[in-house]
């Protein structure tokens, strides 16, 4: 079997330039050649996934990549769970990315949250330069496999000049920073005039709380119903390491700056889990929540999905 080749080192691309004095930020050289045995150990504690020739990804043994306990849930419950493995849900959300930015995705490009490269990997496919910065050290080392145009910092410092990008994919990531004011307004100032950001955040009507709970001191991970619902004093007791957010919330993150706002939607998940578990009634399940996206009955979606243009 053969595993991943080597990335190329250097500094960072030209086309970024300079990066800004005292931000945080570094580039992550590291060596991505891994041998055999220390592959499975680290798939065996962070139930990442075989690679294979750097594109194609072919999954550990089953409960390898599903068992929590082999996770470190502290991280999860502060950062999320990037996206491991490419599925229906991945490739329609890349699609919606693709329409929002129209031309603009053959410019450049930056994922802001990256995890472990997943949409790097795809949105580079359609010819733009694509660069990500994560916050997480070892989620850069191993988006590293996809491209060297990867930076380990915080969003919000970004470490590009002004001005510089076509597009910014921010996907399921302001609900984790500690600051996502100043997370948007960092991103707004490395966009182009014209440029876009894509915006998936979770929405306050969803019935589920997704990230799991706090519960007597300990982290419960899994798909807690009604948390969302409730008193904003109470739900963040219960959930105080992850935001959500209201159609209101979100707007006020954007008082003030110069955007104005193209699209504003919320929508329903694709469910691929329960697909797998449940085959033709996890189809139907997907196609009718799918179909609520039309209706009013949207607001207990997903995620919010905005497209927001700098001018």
């Known amino acids: 079997m053969k595993f991943c ?3 190329n080192k250097g500094r960072i691309p030209a086309e970024i330039g300079r990066i800004r004095s005292g931000a945080l930020g570094i580039l992550c050289e590291m060596d991505m050649v891994i041998q055999n045995r220390k592959l499975l150990d680290a798939c065996a504690s962070t139930s990442l996934p075989f ?3 750097s594109r194609r990804v072919l999954l550990p043994p089953k409960g ?10 502290d991280k999860a419950a502060l950062r999320g769970e990037p996206s491991y493995v490419w599925r229906a849900g991945q490739e329609r959300r890349l699609a919606m990315i693709r329409s929002a930015a129209g031309s603009r995705i053959t410019g450049m490009i930056l994922e802001n949250g990256c995890g472990v490269g997943m949409y790097v990997d795809h949105l580079q496919q359609s010819g733009g330069k694509v660069f990500g910065l994560e916050y997480e050290f070892e989620r850069v080392r191993e988006a590293r496999r996809f491209s060297d145009r990867l930076i380990c910092g915080a969003g919000e410092g970004l470490p590009y000049p002004e001005g510089i990008f ?7 990531v302001l609900e984790h920073v500690r600051d996502d004011r100043r997370a948007i307004e960092e991103i707004i100032r490395a966009l182009k005039p014209g440029g876009r950001l894509v915006v998936f955040v979770p929405n306050r009507g969803y ?6 709970i706090y519960w007597g001191g300990n982290y419960k991970f899994g798909n807690i119903p009604l948390v969302n619902w409730l008193p904003r004093s109470w739900r963040n007791k219960l959930a105080p390491h992850v935001r959500v957010y209201s159609k209101r919330d979100l707007s006020k993150l954007f008082s003030g700056l110069l955007v104005e706002f193209v699209e504003k939607t919320i929508i329903f998940g694709a469910y691929d889990n329960i697909i797998a578990r449940f085959g033709r009634f996890g189809k139907f399940l997907r196609a ?6 039309k209706t009013p009955l949207k607001i207990f979606g997903l995620s919010h999905f905005w497209v927001i243009e700098k001018t």
């Open 288 to 293: 009718v929540l799918q179909f609520l996206e």
């Open 64 to 73: 390898i990549i599903t068992r929590m306990e082999q996770r470190n849930l």
């Open 166 to 172: 076509d597009l910014v994919l921010s996907h399921e």
């Open 207 to 212: 019935p589920f709380e997704t990230h799991g």
């Open 5 to 7: 080749n080597r990335p």
């Open 51 to 53: 690679v294979l020739n």
